[in-house]
Every structure is written in C-alpha cells, then in structure tokens.
C-alpha cells in the first residue's frame, strides 16, 4: 500500500502553482456559505482553485477528477469580549475611525488532503514536494477573489479637488465677513449659513426633507449668478481640511486648495476662527441617531432574534442594504422559493453548471436560496466572555449572516452601478433583478418566476373629437404619486407649519419631536393613478393637429405579487431634488378590482393610423410622443430635455427616455432647440465605430442606431434593448394610433382577483436613494419580523407608514 507522500506524488500531474492572473477562491465555497470557520473548514482544489465545503467537495471530486486540495481550517482565539464600542468618527465599516464591528481574531492550521479516502498531510513541511510547496504558499499570499470583488469597508468617497478652484474668479466689492455673527442676506437664517467664495455673500443652506436646514437661499444665489462653490461657515478651523466647501455645478463636497487665499480675500483669518456647525458628511452620521432611522431599523427595541430556514441575515458587503432587504423579500415569495429552493438542489445545479460556478447566475441564484432557508447558517453564535464562559443572554445572541459576494459579483457583472462599492436604488436593483432572471429563464417560460409580478397597463387617451387609442404595456411595479393635498391631518399640518414659521422669524429650527408629517392614505395614491389627466400638445390624427387629450389609465391583468413604488423623490425648480416628507397609511389589506381597465367600449371609435405621420416626413421638426414628454415633465424634468430624451430613443417608451435623459442631463448642448430642416431623429448622431459594432453582430443600420440612442450610446445596453424590443423594426412614434399587436402584448401573464395582504416592505431612510440605509420587514407566519442585514428579529413596530416598496400578495378566493 501506497504512503501518503507516495499517493500525493502520483498525483502531481493534477497541481497547479496559480498564475498572478488565475483567480483564486480561498474564503468561501463556490456551492455553499462555508468558510474555513464552519466546520470542517474550507477544500480549496489545487488544479481550478475553487473551494468547496467539506459536504461538497466530494461533489467537485466526481465532475473533474481532481484529487489534491488545501484544507483550510480557522478555529477563534480567545480573547477578552468587554472592551468598550467606540464612537464611530467616520461613515465607514472596517475602517479605523469607523463604526466598531468588534470582530474575533482567529487562527488557521493547513493540510494537504488527496480524495476520495481524505488521505491527509500536515503543511507547512520541508518534506513536501517543491511544487505543491510553491503552489500552497501562492495560494495562501494571493489576494482571494471574493476579497477583489466585494471589499468589506463601507466610506463615503474622498472629496476630490473642485475644476473650479484653482482659477476661481473673486469679485472686489468690498465686503469684509466678520469672524461671527453671521445671518442669511435673504431671511433671519443664523445657522446652516455658506458663504459665495466670489462675492462674499452669505446665505442659508438648502431646506433638508425634515424641515430642518435653510430656505435653499444659496442654491438660489448660485442659479441666479452661476458662483460656482460656497463654504460653510462654523465649518472653518485652523485645519482648513476639516472646512466643508460645496461646488453647485459639480453637486458634490469639494476640495479647494487655495481655501486659506479664497477667505483671505474676504478679510477671514481661518486660524481664529472656531468649530460650531457639523460638516455634510458630519450630518450623514448624525441620522444614524435621528427618530426615523432608529425607528425603520426599530432601534432601542428589544428585538428577539430568530434563528431557522428562512430567517438568514446578508452580512452588509459595504453599502450592499440595498441588495440585502431585496433579495430577503425575493425569497420570501413563493414562486422565488420554488425555482431555487424547492424544486432545484445544489447538486444538480453545480453538476449542470459551467467550469466555473462562481460565474453562472443560476447556480449563484440557487446558492443564495439556498443560503437563506435552508436554515444552516441561520445559528446562533456562542458568545464568550473572557474566562470562556458561553453567554446566557437571549436578546445578545445573533447570528454571522452570509455574505452575498459571489451573487452580487454575478448579478452586478453588466451593469456599470451595481458592479461598484456606492450604495444603490433598490427599486433599481429589483427591476435589474427581475430582467437578468427572465433573460436566464427564457427558454422555459413556465419556469420563470419574474412572471409572479409581471402585469399589463392600459393607457387610454380620448381626444377633443371623441375617438381614443389604447396604448398597452408590460410592467413589473405600479410607480405611485403622492398626493399631498389628500392629507389626512391637515390640522395638525397647518399647526405645525405656524409654529415652523414663527421659530424662522426667531432664527430657529423646530425640534426632530416636534415635526409633523403629512400622513397620506394609500387609497389616495392608487385614486392618482387612474385619475383623469390632461395631456397638452398631443398630436390627434383624426384632427391631424395638436391638441389636449384626456389619459386615463389601468390594469389589464392583477400579478401574483403587487410592487407599489412610492414616488417620495422629486425635482424642484432648479433641479434640487427634494424627498417628500411624508407618511403613507397602507392597510393590511387592499382591493384594486377598480383599477381593471376595461379595454375599448361598444360605441367607441379608435383613432385613425398615422397617415399625417407620413406625409409629415419631410416636416421641419422632429415629432416627440407628447404621452412620453408629458410624463417625463411630470417628475419635474425641463419640458425641452424631455422633447429631447423622446426623439433620441424614437419614441420608444418612458423608461428608454428616462435613460437617455439622466445620461445626457450635463451635455453642453442639453438647453440648445432643436434643429428644424431635418425632419427625422437623426440630429444628433450615434458613434459611428459603435454603429459598425452593432451592424457586425448582424443588426439592421436602422435597429442599431435606434438602440443606441436608446441606451445613451452604450453598445451592450443597446444591444440588450434590441434583444427586448421585439418589434424593434417598426415604427415606435404611437402618438394617436392603435396597434393590433397591442392586443397581445398581456398574452400569457398570471390573473386573478384583485384583493391583496401586505407581505412586505421596503424602508429607507437618507436624502436620496443613492445614500442611507435599507431595512426590509416581512410578514413570516402570521408575524413581521425585521431583516436588518445580519439581523434578523421579530418585528414590534414595524414601521408601514414609512415604506418605499410595498409588496402585496393576492389573496386567491
């Protein structure tokens, strides 16, 4: 019989010493959430570089024959648990200044172990051929793969130097700003106060979405003369890093680094001068103490934490809350929990998988699934104080969670946003979500779960002369308005907005228990959206002239599962976006039976097809679908940008526009009219290199060129827009006709009554959706329980007045 060296020589052939580019999996098992903590460690193949949890490696052992591997085991040190948490200093996690993770230190023992009889070998040892020796220490001196895609810190970026400090032009004019008593040049405003670094004018802050802040006098000032950056006075030290500059054009905390030569010219000394005001990233912090972020994340309550499939926390990756309280609701549906969990084992699914897993949606997918209710890593962690001694305390236990690294890195590969570190929408990422599982599913459409929340709109628009046209789409979540004059304390409001204005006049603030929010009921919202709407300018073909239609719009069928997105984010004048302050009452219960579009009337007479269109061919000015316009300038979008965003996608939809919109908003040309002569869409011009791109993957010229307006110019996007446009090649300027391949367009979609429960929801909390944090209650069993990253705990208050998604279950009679 063989000795292990000898049987570990004989398989040489099977060792690879890992190249710099190779990737190499050492921190989790590419199948499964084990790490080299769980037991029985971590299997890291010596061929591929893939690791794999001690009941999978057998799995990897039969498909590719590998027979060496590195056994990684890490067991906890023990060491003292009663240092005290630390005051976090900066918006960062894992960072020093950070907030306090107080995490365990751990020690890791090595083994060379050769399948199928687990025939061990101790490393390090001089006795060890060179080759596996070389190949081991590369493997444990490479940075894992998992450490490269996901880094576990989460900080706010650096600033970075403003374009327009260095040549800031300052106006002699002869003002001199004391070292104190400042007031706004507009209001009584004496606190959140900036002063213009060109012409020494001091005005308040913008008014933040909890009453708090100025009156937005200083973006008022930079819209009427273009100063580009402002300082925030009680900011500035004698460390002149510390002093929070703003830049309006660039929207963002700058650096100036001729601060001290700017304040100078002003007759400001910054080494006398004293710390009185937080910075904006100092406020950032400060929510994390605010009543509405304690209340979301039901701080201060004693949570019981629960423990078992399907009550799994996502350890936060940096910035990932996003990710983490959506897929905790995506897998709390049933059609999720079927096609990934129920009806599909890992086995079979990494056997099916290619080469590389950590690379294949489906099978990170069902790992993922897997991960959350099967209920393995969903244990309590045993707590020890410093003589070893296992905690008793039931509301101190929690559990490690696991971290979505392999899936985030798959499902965020195609998109430029997803794939970074910067915290993101998650409406964005649930309808990116639902778009990469459909394409996944596409050649098995009863197997695509996406179909649970899938459902027809009906838009109806009746012009002056009587005749309408119905324009059909499919959508994935029903986007509400928020009516705020359909209040329902308007008393109270009006109370509170008296009391605002006199503490102004004081040059105060109201306090954060002082604030009342308007508190809209969700019927309101659902009443908005079908309610009648003037839509200016439309373009009637049986009147072959432009006049005002009426929109209604509806439902033609009712999802599985109802997404409400609650539209709290909106532009002001100026493009200061503004969150509404607001509370929504959503009942337990809802029924939108009312909102079934009935779909044209006997009687009723469709407007004719669009014969003025082509004889219009040659018009002086290109045509932009009003219906698109309208809604665009709805959300508070200039009316020209989105004349603009409407031609350049061809008419082809809402969302199409939205996308060219908000990547063009900054181009120079953005506020020039649009050319007359030309006659069609093609005024502004696609890169040629990226046309002949798209005509060599075998698209027609006029396909490729639609779809690259559509997506901003970007080649994979467009050619992701041509693959879901089926009838890309026809014409998509719908301004007053009717399709007959409309009828079709909700062909196949799940149906049923319209009677819903509340199963979930999404809050946030920060100014934008792009900052803050995300929390996710679901209803579990009959009870709400809190998914809060890593936490999980039942829920005492949840916080349904408050929510960004609402996901509503139909109830089947």
Known sequence: MATPMELLRSKMSRVRIPEPTNRVYKQECCVSFDTPRSEGGLYVDMHTFLAFGKDYVEWNYAKTGNPVYLHIRQARKAVSEDRPLKKPTLLAIGLEGGFDKQEPEYEETYNIVILPDYVSLPFPSVELPEKVRLAVDSILLAEGAERKEQIASWIADKKKVSAFAMDLQQIDNGVVVPPSGWKCCKCDKAENLWLNLTDGMIFCGRK???????????????NETKYPLAVKLGT??????????????????????????????????????????????????????????????????????????????????????????????IFSTHSFCSRYYERQSLKTAFENAPADPTLDLNMQIIKLGHGLLSGKYSVPIEETDETGNNSTSTLNVKQEGIAPRMFKAVVAASHPEFSTMRQQDALEFFLHLLDQVERANSGNAEMDPTRSFKFGIEERLMCPSGKVAYNKRIDYILSLSIPLHEATNKEQLEAFNKLKAERSLEGKSVSADEIVRPRVPLEACLASFSAAEEVHDFYSTALDSKTTAVKTAGLTT????????????????????????????????????????????????????????????????????????????????????????????????????????????????????????????????????????????????????????????????????????????????????????????????????????????????????????????????????????????????????????????????
């Open 236 to 329: 500035i030290t004698a460390d002149l890093e510390t002093a929070d500059v703003f830049s309006y054009p660039e929207d963002d905390s700058v650096e100036d680094p001729l601060l001290a030569q700017h304040l100078a010219f002003f007759g400001i000394d910054f080494s006398l001068l004293k710390k009185t005001e937080m910075t904006t990233a100092e406020r950032e912090l400060d929510q994390n103490t605010n009543f509405d972020w304690n209340r979301i994340q039901e701080s201060g309550q004693e949570v019981e934490p629960l423990f078992g499939p399907g009550y799994t926390g996502l350890v936060n990756l940096g910035n990932s809350c996003y990710l983490a309280s959506t897929m905790q609701v």
């Open 208 to 222: 933040n979405w909890d009453g708090t802040g100025g009156n937005n006098h200083a973006i008022e000032h930079y």
């Open 558 to 813: 009712f999802p599985d599962y109802l997404v409400l997105h609650m539209r709290k984010f909106v532009m002001e004048e100026g493009w200061v976006p503004k969150k509404l302050d607001v509370y929504i009452d959503v009942p337990d219960i809802i029924d939108i039976t009312h909102l079934r579009s009935k779909g044209i009337q006997p009687g009723e007479e469709l407007l004719p097809e669009s014969v003025a269109r082509e004889e219009n061919a040659g018009s002086s000015e290109p045509l932009a679908n009003e219906l698109i316009v309208s809604q665009l300038a709805s959300m508070g979008f200039n009316y020209l940008h989105c004349q603009k965003a409407a031609i350049n996608t061809s008419n082809a939809g809402i969302e199409e526009a939205m996308t060219w919109l908000l990547s063009h908003v900054n181009d120079s040309d953005i506020d020039d009219p649009i050319p007359t002569g030309t006659g069609n869409t093609d005024f502004l011009s696609v890169d040629q290199a990226s046309l002949d791109t798209l005509i060599s993957f075998g698209f027609q010229e006029e396909v490729a060129r639609k779809a690259l307006k559509a997506s901003g110019g970007n080649i994979e996007q467009a050619t992701e827009w041509i693959f879901s446009q089926p009838d890309v090649s026809s014409s998509m300027d719908m301004d007053a006709t009717t399709s007959s391949a409309q009828n079709t367009v909700d062909a196949g979609l799940s149906d049923g009554g319209g009677r819903y429960r509340l199963m979930a929801l999404i809050s946030h909390i920060g100014t934008s959706t792009h900052c803050g944090h995300y929390v996710a209650h679901i209803l579990k069993n009959g009870k709400w329980v809190i998914f809060n990253d890593s936490k999980v705990g039942a829920s005492i208050d949840p916080p349904k007045d408050m929510g960004y998604l609402y996901f509503f279950e139909r109830i089947n009679s």
